[in-house]
């Protein structure tokens, strides 16, 4: 006898079932594809899309896009941004909710650039304390930021050490507009060119590059006092203890988490460490200036001046006249991170990027990012995974513009650091200002 074959069709809130049965019967279930449309990514970057925290979709282009991964009815979706583009943050909205026997387009990812403002001073040089626009500072160089958002800077003309708020209120914390090597509190205290400043874990003391007397100074955050931790007022490269060391021209400075110091000796052409205990010792370098990779003495700086140092002790150096981005390791071996002795300004890995005398350097907070405040007038910013250099904002025309960051402009830029949340606080040297590159 012939089977008799009938067709059922099943309909429920969940699913939309197609059931045929007797012989060689099957089951079949609707799925339907999650999408929606992308709008401001750069050209030259990409975004990664995660649906319910997997199945991503790597996007380069602007307009629609639809995951691979289809859904049956019911299901709940969840898009979120994955990987976030170079130099711009992508929010999703109408990104949750449950599919409703249809496919979804109605997601919508937003990416938008940096944004650059100006926190505090202008471009008319001065020594006022204030709020905003209202305080003035004299070519500007180190900075430094708290977990509460406070900046801690160098205001190198000026001889003095100063404080921004969160919110822009300017004030000094020690030294005064006269030259000077005296230890004290407040305005009693002075200094003589000071270029870099470095918080210690705690946020309980300051350190201070003392770049003309040749000092590392320290300043009590709980009473102001000032003290000279290593160095005196006669330069020298001699490795000792505290003043028994000699320094010519520190320039940067930065702390490891076991509280040693680090220093770019400027003029010495070599990155020294000091102990908690003070005892100072060369890393790398020589007083011959050079651009050689190596083990400590071996290697070859000329002129470094920003330094930075990551959770596993290396340290990174912006080695001004050799146009290079240097790494040390915690053994002393000297690679080179970015750049060639050749100046420009070009994005690209390794040799293929170009600076031009950068300067300060400063690690995101999980150090998967080095800034550079480079004198091509930008911020530029180092992939550590990829080796990946790109310009977060500014362009090589000096400028003091606030907005967008590919449209923004920096005129000599020297400090660099970066917050908790993602800004980034720049030393805009020659502006006499201090800017945000809000992400």
Not at 49 to 77: K, M, Q, R
Request: with cysteine; aromatic share 6%.
């Amino acid at each position: 006898m012939t089977p008799i074959k009938s067709l059922a069709v099943f309909v429920t809130a969940a699913t939309l079932s197609l059931s045929l049965t007797g012989c060689g019967g099957s089951s079949t279930t609707m799925a339907y594809t999650i999408g929606g449309t992308v709008s401001g990514l750069d050209s030259v970057a990409s975004v990664t899309l995660l649906n319910n925290g997997g199945d991503p979709l790597i996007v380069t282009a602007n307009g629609s896009f639809t995951f691979a991964s289809a859904l049956p009815n019911g299901a709940a979706y969840t898009v979120t941004v994955g990987t976030q583009p170079s130099g711009e943050t992508c929010t999703v909205t109408h990104g949750n909710g449950s599919i409703n026997a249809s496919n979804v387009s109605g997601v919508t990812v937003a990416c938008l650039p940096p944004t650059v403002s100006t926190l505090a001073g202008s471009t008319t040089p001065g020594s006022a304390n204030g709020i905003g626009a209202a305080a003035s500072f004299y070519y500007p160089t180190g900075v430094v930021v708290d977990a509460s958002g406070t900046l801690y800077i160098a205001d190198t003309n000026n001889f003095e050490i100063r404080k921004i708020s969160s919110s822009g209120v300017v004030t000094t914390l020690a030294g005064s507009t006269t030259p000077g090597s005296s230890d004290g509190i407040g305005a009693a205290a002075s200094f003589n060119y000071p270029t870099d400043v470095a918080l210690d874990a705690s946020e309980t003391t300051l350190y201070v590059a003392d770049s003309y007397n040749n000092e590392i100074r320290k300043i009590n955050l709980a009473t102001g006092m000032v003290t000279t931790f290593a160095g005196s007022t006669t330069p020298g490269s001699a490795d000792g203890t505290g003043q028994g060391a000699s320094f010519h021209y520190p320039k940067g400075v930065k702390l490891d988490a076991s509280g040693n110091l680090y220093i770019a000796d400027f003029n010495n052409n070599a990155i020294r460490k000091i102990t908690p205990a003070g005892i100072v010792t060369t890393l790398a370098g020589s007083t011959t200036p050079g651009s050689a990779d190596g083990i400590g003495s071996a290697a070859g700086f000329n002129h470094p001046k920003g330094i930075a140092v990551d959770a596993s002790g290396n340290v990174y150096v912006g080695d001004v006249d050799n146009n290079k981005i240097r790494k040390i390791t915690p053994a002393g071996v000297v690679t080179t991170l970015a750049g060639s002795t050749t100046p420009g300004s070009a994005n690209g890995i390794g040799a293929a990027a170009s600076f031009k005398a950068p300067k300060g350097v400063a690690l995101n907070g999980d150090n998967t990012l080095l800034y550079v405040a480079d004198g091509n007038n930008e911020i530029r910013k180092i992939d550590l995974a990829t080796g990946m250099v790109t310009t977060l904002a500014g362009s090589t025309t000096p400028g003091s513009t606030n907005g967008p960051a590919a449209s923004a402009s920096f005129n000599n830029p020297v400090g660099v650091a970066v917050d908790a949340a993602g800004n980034v606080y720049v030393g805009d040297t020659d502006n006499h200002q201090y800017r945000k590159i809000t992400p």
